[in-house]
Nanobody
Framework: EVQLVESGGGLVQAGGSLRLSCAASGFIFDDYAIGWFRQAPGKEREGVSCISSRDGTTYYADSVKGRFTISSDNAKNTVYLQMNSLKPEDTAVYYC?????????????????WGQGTQVTVSS
């Protein structure tokens, strides 16, 4: 059974940091890309950052470049999203997802397996 379990969300003040974790199981981790996506109320789900577990290729949305860093620990089947300099507009439910795609973009409809999401709230 494929499982993706996110953790690390919470409430933080603007300018603060959080690290999200996505623990994966039930599939061959090295064969998949893992992405972080977010969805705010009334908005479409958007790709934040994606990483290829095979070769480490990464993608970042323009809105998070220079502030967020994605990394993968293949030994632990876990992907992290380090989020620094958080802004109120980063507030959303963050999901991790797995897809058998190349990381050239980070489109939610290309990803097959999804976690349950973790809430990130940034106060001003």
């Amino acid at each position: 059974e494929v499982q993706l379990v996110e953790s690390g969300g919470g409430l933080v003040q603007a300018g603060g940091s959080l690290r999200l974790s996505c623990a994966a199981s039930g599939f061959i981790f090295d064969d998949y890309a893992i992405g972080w996506f977010r969805q705010a109320p009334g908005k479409e789900r958007e790709g934040v950052s994606c990483i290829s577990s095979r070769d480490g290729t990464t993608y970042y949305a323009d809105s998070v470049k220079g502030r967020f860093t994605i990394s993968s620990d293949n030994a632990k089947n876990t992907v992290y999203l380090q989020m620094n300099s958080l802004k109120p507009e980063d507030t959303a439910v963050y999901y991790c997802a797995a897809g058998g795609v190349a990381v050239t973009t980070c489109k939610f409809y290309e990803y097959d397996y999804w976690g349950q999401g973790t809430q990130v709230t940034v106060s001003s």
